[in-house]
């Protein structure tokens, strides 16, 4: 897999187009908890928000770092990520894959006599990919980011969905304009 990627940021199609150095998205979340395995009867789904930057070290290879927030059902979830981003551009367009490692903090809001809830950090892996549609020159939509969580919290793990959308806006550049 490291050969894709490695072999993907070489590409030779790529030698006119100019791309973004650093991204910053932004927006709304939904989460798809996998709460029977702290307890819950049913999978919780859970709203709230995803914000990340990504800087392209190359015109296909970035570093993300992602962070996201959860609410509801009694439960608040929170992550923080990082990892190897690939992204494959187009002229108005792009996707991108991407694989995250990082840490998650679990709350689950359980009145009791002597405290108020529980809370759990554990680790987080997790990997993903979406489509950003460019809007204006410094601003896309992302139509839609996919991501695949397993996480480990209360002494148990957990597989988790989050869906996303929202705006992400460019800085700087790298290569250069087409010719025409």
């Not at 015109?59 to 993300?64: A, D, E, F, P, Y």
């Not at 896309?140 to 959308?165: E, G, M, P």
Request: aromatic share 18%; glycine share 12%; net charge positive.
């Amino acid at each position: 897999m490291v050969c894709f990627f490695f072999l993907g940021s070489m590409s030779a199609s790529l030698d006119a187009q100019q791309v973004p150095r650093f991204d910053v998205f932004g927006g709304y979340s939904d989460r798809l908890f996998d709460a029977p395995s702290i307890g819950y009867p049913n999978y919780s789904n859970l709203y709230g928000w995803n914000f990340d930057g990504t800087w392209h070290i190359t015109m296909k290879l970035g570093v993300t770092v992602d962070s996201s927030g959860h609410y509801g059902s009694g439960l608040n979830l929170w992550d923080y990520m990082i990892g190897p981003q690939y992204t494959h551009h187009r002229d108005k367009s792009e996707f991108y894959a991407n694989f995250l490692f990082g840490k998650t903090q679990n709350r689950a809001n359980i009145q009791q006599l002597t405290r108020s809830g529980f809370e759990s950090v554990g680790r987080s892996l997790g990997g993903g990919g979406g489509f950003d549609y460019h809007w204006k020159p410094r601003i896309s939509i992302r139509v839609l980011q996919v991501d695949y969580f397993h996480t480990a919290t209360f002494k148990a793990h957990q597989n988790d969905l989050r869906f996303s959308t929202g705006l992400v806006f460019h800085f700087g550049h790298m290569g250069h304009l087409r010719k025409l």
